[in-house]
């Protein structure tokens, strides 16, 4: 079976851009979570999205944002990007609403310069 | 902030039982003690949770203290392959985040 998947794997942009990151769900998964992990840290959560409504935010600026789609993949937006942005960014999917047990993808790995 | 503690590191032969402990002592009645670990940057995989009873799946056991202030993952037969950093979390199962701390990192030697 297939798992969470995420494009691109890979990813180097200048301070000030924007980009956009994708996720694919494992198959019957309806919830998106997305996490972003700096080096030699633990994940840090950043969105959760449920029936293409957003459920939960952690604490990061507005200049980060996402959406869910119908088929239930996800986005992440991040504009005016900062040095500080680049890292692991993560996504996980679950069945339901509440997430009980989540399953992560591979990671973007994003490196701003 | 996570709500548990961990050792940063410790180290395991191979061959032999990992034991890695979490001190979680301001848990909630309603909150599960969740365990991922993670290789080499990729995704954090799921290993294991429970809420008061111990647990055991083909991955790992789970032994969570009476009064639920501190558990145990083991990993029976550890290899080489179980190098990683194990992070150990506690969450209200309806809740929409999971809290990461700094993890441990597991180093299975030969």
């Known amino acids: 079976d297939a798992g969470v998947t995420q494009s691109p794997t890979h990813l180097i942009k200048t301070r000030g851009q924007q980009v956009t990151l994708r996720c694919s769900p494992i198959s019957g998964h309806k919830s998106v979570s997305w996490y972003q992990q700096v080096l030699g840290q633990g994940p840090q959560f950043i969105f959760q999205y449920y029936e293409k409504e957003e459920r939960g935010r952690g604490n990061f600026p507005d200049r980060f944002s996402a959406r869910q789609f119908p088929n239930y993949s996800s986005e992440l937006n991040v504009n005016a990007l900062l040095l500080g942005d680049s890292a692991l960014y993560l996504c996980a999917s679950s069945v339901r609403d509440s997430p009980g047990t989540q399953y992560f993808g591979p990671g973007t790995r994003l490196l701003v310069l | 902030d996570a709500k548990t503690t961990q050792p940063p590191s410790m180290d395991c032969a191979e061959g032999r039982a990992a034991n890695l402990p979490c001190n979680h002592s301001?848990?909630?009645?309603?909150?599960?003690v969740y365990w991922y670990r993670q290789i080499h940057s990729q995704g954090p995989q799921y290993i294991i949770h429970g809420l008061k009873n111990n647990e055991t799946n083909e991955m790992a056991s789970l032994i969570i203290t009476e009064d639920r202030k501190s558990s145990t993952l083991i990993l029976p037969h550890a290899t080489l392959r179980d190098t990683a950093v194990y992070y150990c979390i506690v969450r209200v199962v309806f809740g929409n985040d999971m809290r990461f701390g700094a993890g441990t990192r597991l180093t299975v030697k030969p």
């Open positions: 301001t848990i909630s009645g309603n909150e599960y």
